[in-house]
């Protein structure tokens, strides 16, 4: 399930100081398992300083492009978004998961009117929507607000503006900078005025059909809040993090005592025994079992598994449904087992 394939960086283009866009090159062989869907994620592996690092980037690209680019902006030292920002060169090779995510648009027949809210290197998600929006429909609307530092911190600022002059009265972009005051730009982070603003003022005689928010935490819970104010429908409101929230303060008491695993991955069925106090997917890989994961922070959804016997309680979730977990569907790297028994199928989902 968790196959990595051999890509090689065709281009590398900078972005902004700290941020770079990366372009892999698809072979004729993997078109098909490399096909995505606007909104969608890859997950690339890399072994750093003798350490193996798995990270999620969103495409950037169209998904009608040949190549898939991602938007790597430089968060650590040493790990791989410092890798790709000073090392990674035109013709490395990266090893690379099949695009995958739940954050996704699919156009249709009938037009539609987007508005999307993205902060930072929340944008590369939304890139790939927007030009899927445009270039689905001739009729189809797109709205962005994007909060950045400064212009010069603005990831795809050149390829928004020219999504703008090619689709005039069709894509409008709002910036909103929160250390500088410039030419047609917001001043300040995105807040309840600036979302009344574009939706209330700036657009209020459209009627949108859906919301894509992607940034940081406290962004997106301001945006949804907003949006529910005024009376948008839940559904309507997509979101996908870029960041991992720090969970150690929240964690519930665990069980004590231990639970008797089964883990099903790729029709392969394996049996341990783990502590409740560990997370099903820290346990699964210490087993040394191939199951797939990327963030291990419950922002992706590589890790979702089902459980067919037994229960486990979810620490963070910020993907599933309610309506999916009745199911029985788990964050793996999120989830503690709470019965003597447990039975987990990462292929059934």
Do not use: W
Not at 49 to 78: C, F, M, N, Q
Not at 188 to 205: E, F, P, Q
Request: aromatic share 8%.
């Amino acid at each position: 399930m968790a196959d990595f394939y051999s890509l090689t960086v065709k281009h590398i283009e900078k972005l902004t100081p700290s941020s770079v866009a990366v372009t892999l090159d698809i072979p004729k062989e993997l078109v098909q398992t490399f096909t995505f869907t606007a909104g969608q994620y890859i997950t690339i592996k890399k072994d750093i300083k003798g350490k193996e690092l798995r990270r999620a980037y969103s495409i950037s690209s169209s998904p009608k492009s040949a190549a898939i680019t991602i938007g790597v902006k430089k968060v650590d030292r040493g790990g791989f978004s410092d890798f790709a920002n000073s090392k990674l060169s035109i013709g490395d090779t990266l090893e690379v998961m099949p695009p995958e995510g739940r954050f996704a648009f699919k156009p249709s027949d009938t037009p539609k009117h987007i508005a999307a809210f993205a902060a930072g290197s929340g944008i590369t998600p939304i890139m790939s929507i927007a030009k899927t929006v445009l270039a689905s429909n001739p009729k189809n609307v797109f709205v962005l607000v994007y909060g950045n530092k400064s212009y010069e911190e603005t990831m795809f600022y050149k390829d928004l503006v020219k999504l703008e002059l090619d689709h005039a009265n069709r894509f409008f972009v709002y910036f909103t900078n929160s250390e500088t005051m410039e030419d047609n730009a917001l001043f300040g982070r995105i807040d309840t005025s600036t979302v009344n603003y574009a939706l209330k003022n700036k657009h209020k005689n459209i009627s949108f059909d859906a919301f894509y928010l992607c940034g940081p935490e406290a962004m997106i819970h301001l945006v949804t809040d907003t949006l529910l104010e005024n009376n948008v429908p839940k559904d309507k409101i997509h979101f996908e993090l870029f960041t991992a929230t720090e969970i150690k303060d929240e964690l519930p008491i665990t069980p004590e005592g231990e639970t008797q695993v089964q883990v099903t991955v790729d029709d392969e069925v394996f049996s341990f025994t783990m502590n409740k106090k560990m997370l099903v997917l820290d346990a699964v890989l210490k087993e040394n079992i191939d199951a797939p994961y990327s963030c291990q922070g419950g922002v992706c959804s590589s890790c979702i598994a089902r459980v067919t016997e037994g229960k486990a309680t979810m620490v963070k979730n910020q993907i599933l449904t309610d309506g999916e977990i009745e199911e029985g569907l788990i964050l793996t790297c999120q989830a503690h087992p709470v019965t003597p028994i447990l039975k987990v199928d990462y292929d059934d989902v």
